[in-house]
């Protein structure tokens, strides 16, 4: 199975701050890695899917980039409603994995 | 608006099986794939599987083969997973997500089902 590491596990950053979320693949996805954002009790929203296109409705202030093993989930001037826990989620093949998450706080 | 509407919080006990529906709205249903996703309190997701509603084939996740169940009705537009033999490991909050087709993304999600396994 491919495994998938976020990191990092959690960070707390200021509104109007960019903060960049990474995620690595134990082998070559190529571009398919799916990010998403879920806030408590909330089910999960999607962000960005083949690794770079944005989800309709997500604001440009998120960006996804990366291929092969290395990807990364870039939020520019972070704003409150930002807060929550991001995924990446390869969907190459089967079983489809999850990363651990990574818990995002605003201060 | 494509909707996912899953049922309410169950309470089952130990060795009991159940059945979680997602009735799906708002698009054609035998045009997505669906599939389930298992998230445990605290924890990260994990894949359970996948039905093509139109010839009602599966892919399962090795771990949940023989736990988990995907079945359809078509002439409802509704999605089923049955879990048998439930343990405490079960109990979850279990999402039934909608499958783009041509890159097998999760675009929708069901707002989740919260199933507790205790006596």
């Known amino acids: 199975d491919i495994q998938m590491t976020q990191s990092p596990a959690s960070l707390s950053a200021s509104v109007g701050e960019t903060v960049t979320i990474t995620c690595r693949a134990s082998?070559?996805?190529?571009?398919?890695l799916t990010w998403f954002q879920q806030k408590q009790g909330k089910s999960p929203q999607l962000l960005v899917y083949?690794?770079?296109t944005l989800a309709e409705g997500v604001p440009s202030r998120f960006s996804g980039s990366g291929s092969g093993t290395q990807f990364s989930l870039k939020i520019n001037s972070l704003q409150p409603e930002d807060f929550g826990t991001y995924y990446c989620?390869?969907?190459?093949?089967?079983?489809?994995?999850f990363g651990g998450g990574t818990k995002l706080e605003i201060k | 608006e494509v909707l996912l509407q899953q049922s309410g919080p169950e309470l089952v006990k130990p060795g009991a099986s159940v059945k979680i529906p997602c009735k799906a709205s708002?698009?054609?249903?035998?045009?997505?794939?669906m599939d389930w996703v298992k998230q445990s309190h605290g924890k990260s997701l994990e894949w359970i599987g996948d039905?093509?509603?139109?010839?009602?084939?599966?892919i399962y996740n090795q771990k949940f083969k023989g736990k988990a169940t995907l079945t359809v009705d078509k002439s409802s537009s509704t999605a089923y997973m049955e879990l048998r033999s439930l343990t405490s490991e079960d109990t979850a909050v279990y999402y039934c997500a909608r499958n783009e087709l041509d890159f097998y993304y999760f675009d929708y999600w069901g707002q989740g089902s919260t199933l507790t396994v205790s006596s």
């Open positions: 989620q390869h969907h190459y093949g089967t079983p489809r994995t």
């Open positions: 708002g698009y054609t249903f035998t045009d997505y794939n």
């Open positions: 039905i093509n509603p139109n010839d009602g084939g599966t």
């Open positions: 082998e070559n996805i190529y571009s398919y």
């Open positions: 083949n690794a770079k």
